[in-house]
């Protein structure tokens, strides 16, 4: 049997929720996609082809995480495993507050946010490096049993947990997540190393 050298992941973005309709600040507070956001992952989907490569879904508990994971999963025989590791950025104290609000409350705060929002950790929040660190061990972590010379996953995140995976799969730093979010939803494809997800895991290792 082949070793593992490298993975394939495809990368969704789920819909929005109704506090992303109403343009509140949402991190990993618990709520279901609406029905527009349903319709984009859905639409995502159906242009999607390589479906049926896919051996195991990735995701996390959470409400909308697992409708849109659903969605994917109806049509195949592909595993579908969830971990709470795998949730969104926290938005900690901010978590359903009106943008407006915020930006009228605290401009200085809200201005440094729009302009590197990934550099701003709000009262009681998670940094996008801690986030970094569970996201990406946690694939490493749910990929080591994976048998074949390339398996096939498709992780399928919450809005701030996928910026921050994708950018970690485009190796670049994390920035431009507004321009990022902006995007259509459509699954993206990766090639990844066996070797970069052991050395991130050393990595971390080594920095606890």
């Given at each position: 049997?082949?070793?593992?050298?490298?993975?394939?992941i495809h990368l969704l973005?789920?819909?929005?929720?109704?506090?992303?309709?109403?343009?509140?600040?949402?991190?990993?507070?618990?709520?279901?996609?609406?029905?527009?956001?349903?319709?984009?992952?859905?639409?995502?989907?159906?242009?999607?082809?390589?479906?049926?490569?896919?051996?195991?879904?990735?995701?996390?508990?959470?409400?909308?995480?697992?409708?849109?994971?659903?969605?994917?999963?109806?049509?195949?025989?592909?595993?579908?495993?969830?971990?709470?590791?795998?949730?969104?950025?926290?938005?900690?104290?901010?978590?359903?507050?009106?943008?407006?609000?915020?930006?009228?409350?605290?401009?200085?705060?809200?201005?440094?946010?729009q302009e590197t929002p990934?550099?701003?950790?709000?009262?009681?929040?998670?940094?996008?490096?801690?986030?970094?660190?569970?996201?990406?061990?946690?694939?490493?972590?749910?990929?080591?049993?994976?048998?074949?010379?390339?398996?096939?996953?498709?992780l399928v995140l919450r809005?701030?947990?996928?910026?921050?995976?994708?950018?970690?799969?485009?190796?670049?730093?994390?920035?431009?997540?507004?321009?990022?979010?902006?995007?259509?939803?459509?699954?993206?494809?990766?090639?990844?190393?066996?070797?970069?997800?052991?050395?991130?895991?050393?990595?971390?290792?080594?920095?606890?």
């Amino acid at each position: 049997m082949s070793k593992v050298s490298q993975y394939t992941i495809h990368l969704l973005r789920v819909g929005e929720t109704a506090w992303d309709a109403d343009d509140r600040i949402i991190g990993d507070t618990d709520l279901p996609m609406t029905d527009a956001g349903t319709a984009a992952v859905a639409s995502a989907i159906r242009i999607f082809q390589d479906q049926s490569l896919i051996s195991t879904l990735l995701t996390s508990h959470e409400e909308a995480a697992q409708q849109a994971a659903k969605l994917v999963g109806s049509s195949t025989d592909m595993k579908i495993k969830a971990f709470d590791s795998l949730n969104n950025v926290g938005q900690g104290l901010w978590e359903g507050v009106l943008k407006s609000d915020l930006e009228n409350r605290y401009p200085s705060a809200y201005s440094q946010w729009q302009e590197t929002p990934e550099r701003i950790v709000p009262p009681e929040g998670e940094s996008f490096e801690v986030a970094l660190d569970r996201l990406i061990s946690t694939i490493a972590k749910a990929t080591t049993k994976a048998k074949g010379s390339n398996p096939v996953f498709l992780l399928v995140l919450r809005p701030w947990a996928w910026v921050t995976v994708r950018c970690w799969l485009n190796d670049q730093k994390i920035s431009d997540i507004w321009d990022q979010l902006a995007q259509p939803i459509q699954v993206e494809s990766y090639q990844v190393t066996k070797s970069s997800l052991e050395a991130f895991q050393k990595k971390l290792k080594a920095s606890a």
